[in-house]
């Protein structure tokens, strides 16, 4: 079994950061990728980023490119989502996930464990 637990949300203005951590413990496996995903109230949730177990090969949604940053610590365990340039629309519950399949970087689907997620907010 696999426990993933993020922290670093919170409320903040537009055009401000966060950086969100996911710690991932219990059965965690080595060469997974991970990744985040965000769900805003009324809509389906949406994958915004994934990274290899390597961080050689990244992903990003259209939505989030060139304003958040995948990183991973693979020490400790944890990786990380930065977000900049933050705007309302990123209003969302952020999960973390990750995947023991080897197929299907980049579809949330083929991910195995979710996180409880964590609470951002952006203010106009």
């Known amino acids: 079994q696999v426990q993933l637990v993020e922290s670093g949300g919170g409320l903040v203005q537009a055009g401000g950061s966060l950086r969100l951590s996911c710690a991932a413990s219990?059965?965690?496996?080595?060469?997974?990728?991970m990744g985040w995903g965000r769900q805003a109230p009324g809509k389906e949730r949406e994958f915004v980023a994934a990274?290899?177990?390597?961080?050689?090969?990244?992903y990003y949604a259209d939505s989030v490119k060139g304003r958040f940053t995948i990183s991973r610590d693979n020490a400790k365990n944890t990786v990380y989502l930065q977000m900049n340039s933050l705007k309302p629309e990123d209003t969302a519950v952020y999960y973390c996930?990750?995947?023991?399949?080897?197929?299907?970087?980049?579809?949330?689907?083929?991910?195995?464990?979710w996180g409880q997620g964590t609470q951002v907010t952006v203010s106009s």
């Open positions: 996930a990750l995947k023991v399949r080897p197929s299907g970087f980049t579809e949330q689907g083929k991910y195995d464990y």
């Open positions: 990274i290899s177990w390597s961080a050689v090969t990244l």
């Open positions: 219990g059965r965690t496996f080595s060469m997974n990728a």
